[in-house]
């Protein structure tokens, strides 16, 4: 050993604890809000991966995370608006961004290129 209390290898996998996702400003996440983050960020990759399959299937599945973005349900613990609503975002705004991206539009197109209107959820005041 070279004397040091650790050692670090090339192998050694870049950890980041939940409390550095915080931006400045913003409280940490944890627990249950890293969980509906967690579930969010699924539905919005099924959401957008999906929407153009023409497998039975995967179709389904992007049905289901449709109606459930598309719902106003604000009962449930896991809802989309009860989710947007816990991690201070505009659910209208979010669904909103989903439309347009999914259209081949110029709108589409503006977002991914990175023109236009945020890509940031707005928060809510």
């Keep these: ?10 192998f050694e996998p870049d950890i980041l604890l939940p409390e550095q996702r915080v931006l400045p400003g913003r409280q940490a996440m944890q627990g249950e809000r890293l969980l509906m983050l967690a579930v969010l960020e699924d539905a919005l990759d099924c959401y957008r991966k999906c ?5 039975a299937a995967t179709r389904l599945l992007f049905d289901e995370t ?15 608006e009860s989710i947007c609503e816990a991690l201070d975002i505009d659910p209208d705004y979010l ?6 991206t999914s259209v081949g539009g110029a709108g589409g197109d503006d977002a991914r ?8 959820p707005a ?3």
């Design 1 to 10: 050993m070279n004397g040091t209390a650790h050692s670090t290898t090339p």
């Design 51 to 55: 929407r153009r399959s023409r497998d």
């Design 66 to 80: 449709r109606a459930w973005v598309e719902s106003r349900d604000r009962d449930t613990l896991f809802s989309f």
């Design 95 to 100: 669904r909103r961004r989903l439309r347009e």
């Design 113 to 120: 290129r990175g023109r236009g209107r945020s890509r940031r």
């Design 123 to 125: 928060r809510r005041e």
